[in-house]
C-alpha cells in the first residue's frame, strides 16, 4: 500500500526557511510525478512544486526563487527547501504522488493525483 508522510512543518517568523519531508514508501512507479501541494483556510488546495522520475521540476510563480523540490531515492524522500517565507506562504502542506501520464508541471491539478499525505502546516508569522 502506498504511503506518504510529511514532516517538518512549524512556525517560522518572515524571512525564515523551513524544509519539509515526506517519506514515501511502497511506490515503484518507473515514471511518475511528485509534487508538494498547499491548502490556506478558506482556499482551494494549489500546486506548490512537482519533480518528475528525471528529475525536471516546475515551480508556482508564487514561488519561484524561494522554493525548491527535490528527491533522494536512496532514502524514498521528497522534500520542499522552503527560503524567505512570507506570511501568504501560511498553509497546510501536502505531498502526493501519480504516474506521469499527462505530465508533470505545477499546474496538474490535485484531482490528478492519486496517492497523498497527511498534510504538514507551516504558519508563518510577520
Known amino acids: 500500500q502506498v504511503k506518504l508522510v510529511e514532516s517538518g512543518g512549524g512556525s517560522v517568523q518572515a524571512g525564515g526557511s523551513r524544509r519539509l519531508s515526506c517519506a514515501v514508501s511502497?511506490?515503484?512507479?518507473?515514471?511518475?510525478?511528485m509534487g508538494w501541494f498547499r491548502q490556506a483556510p478558506d482556499k482551494g488546495r494549489e500546486g506548490v512544486a512537482v519533480?518528475?522520475?528525471?528529475?525536471?521540476?516546475s515551480y508556482a510563480d508564487s514561488v519561484k526563487g524561494r522554493f525548491t523540490i527535490s528527491q533522494d531515492n536512496a532514502k524514498n524522500t521528497l522534500y520542499l527547501q522552503m527560503n524567505s517565507l512570507k506570511p501568504e506562504d501560511t498553509a497546510m502542506y501536502y505531498c502526493?504522488?501519480?504516474?506521469?501520464?499527462?505530465?508533470?508541471?505545477?499546474?496538474?491539478?490535485?484531482?490528478?493525483?492519486?496517492?497523498w499525505g497527511q498534510g504538514t502546516q507551516v504558519t508563518v508569522s510577520s
Open positions: 511502497e511506490y515503484t512507479a518507473s515514471t511518475y510525478c
Open positions: 502526493a504522488a501519480d504516474n506521469y501520464k499527462i505530465g508533470c508541471y505545477s499546474t496538474r491539478g490535485p484531482r490528478t493525483f492519486t496517492y
Open positions: 519533480i518528475d522520475s528525471d528529475g525536471r521540476t
